[in-house]
């Protein structure tokens, strides 16, 4: 008898440890290249989430290279704030970073049933200053789940190449080329 109760002890035991995946935080596109005097944009996701993990509040700070990308402006994803009950943003650029938090007002119950696995928590736009490469990454100063839990997290950064903008002229010459072989092509078969 006793056998058995230690056996169903142990496997209760085991079972109430639910094991979580860590979440994914990442930067998307992975990698960009754009031309010189463009914007360019770049969404800050979330994935991993589930299975009574959820997010409720993070306070993040993307950098770069100031010479090359300049903060232009956010848009905050709807992750957070799943019933239009509101949210607590604040994003405060800085020389070659930005720091973007985000605290939801919707109840921890209603995140833990209606919070997606993944999602954007913001898009960040950046106007382009300068030609080269410039890494894009993410560092957090506090990352919690609907409870106020500290969360942990794996973090995919990012890179961006800036170009020289081709001007106009240039871009004309392929199809100027191209109606020229159309041209004598159309005269050798008449």
Do not use: C
């Amino acid at each position: 008898m006793n056998i058995k109760y230690l056996a169903l002890s142990i496997f209760l035991s085991g079972s109430m440890n639910i094991a979580y995946a860590t979440p994914i935080l990442s930067i998307d596109p992975t990698t960009q290249s754009v031309a010189q005097g463009s914007q360019v944009s770049f969404n800050i996701d979330i994935s991993g989430l589930g299975s009574g993990l959820t997010l409720g509040t993070y306070d993040l700070s993307l950098s770069f290279n100031s010479t090359l990308l300049a903060y232009s402006s956010i848009q905050f994803g709807t992750g957070l704030n799943l019933f239009g009950l509101g949210d607590i943003q604040s994003v405060t650029p800085g020389a070659g970073n930005v720091e973007v938090f985000e605290l939801s007002l919707d109840s921890a119950g209603a995140l833990n049933v209606f919070q997606q696995h993944q999602f954007t928590l913001a898009t960040l736009t950046f106007d382009t200053l300068g030609k080269g490469t410039s890494p894009v990454s993410l560092s957090l100063k506090a990352l919690g789940d609907a409870y106020g839990n500290s969360l942990t997290v794996a973090i995919q950064n990012s890179s961006i190449s800036v170009v020289p903008e081709l001007p106009t002229f240039e871009l004309l010459i392929p199809g100027l080329i191209g109606i020229y072989f159309v041209g004598q092509r159309k005269r050798y078969y008449q």
